[in-house]
């Protein structure tokens, strides 16, 4: 037996506000989209990773999600840090720095952050 995870799902309020931002952020694009009547689903992703992300809007939902005390988070590798860092500063979604270990934190437009750590060598 053996389990393969496929995707983790994020729900916002904003589709296409939300699309543009890990477009530009981490350069996920749409790789499936499905439309509903009370819902649509985006999967995004690239070719660095299998794993994709599905993003559903719920229409009609416009108040924004109360994470609460929820720390779950997603991290994603780069080879350049100095780079993506300046691209984060530039589109002002850096959350915070944790230097002591090498990483920083940035924030979606929903407020899921998402770690942005070195590739180890």
Do not use: W
């Not at 939300?18 to 509903?36: H, I, N, P, T």
């Not at 779950?72 to 944790?98: N, P, Q, S, W």
């Amino acid at each position: 037996m053996f389990f393969r995870q496929e995707f983790s799902c994020l729900y916002v309020t904003d589709m296409a506000k939300s699309l543009a931002f890990y477009e530009e952020a981490l350069g996920l694009r749409v790789l499936r989209r499905k439309d509903a009547k009370d819902r649509e689903i985006a999967f995004i992703g690239n070719e660095e990773s299998s794993q994709q992300t599905e993003i559903v809007h719920l229409n009609g939902r416009t108040r924004p999600y109360d994470h609460g005390e929820n720390s779950v988070y997603f991290a994603f590798r780069t080879d350049d840090m100095e780079a993506a860092r300046a691209k984060h500063t530039g589109m002002g979604c850096i959350d915070h720095d944790l230097p002591e270990f090498g990483v920083y934190f940035i924030r979606d437009p929903d407020g899921y952050l998402v770690e942005i750590m070195p590739v180890r060598k």
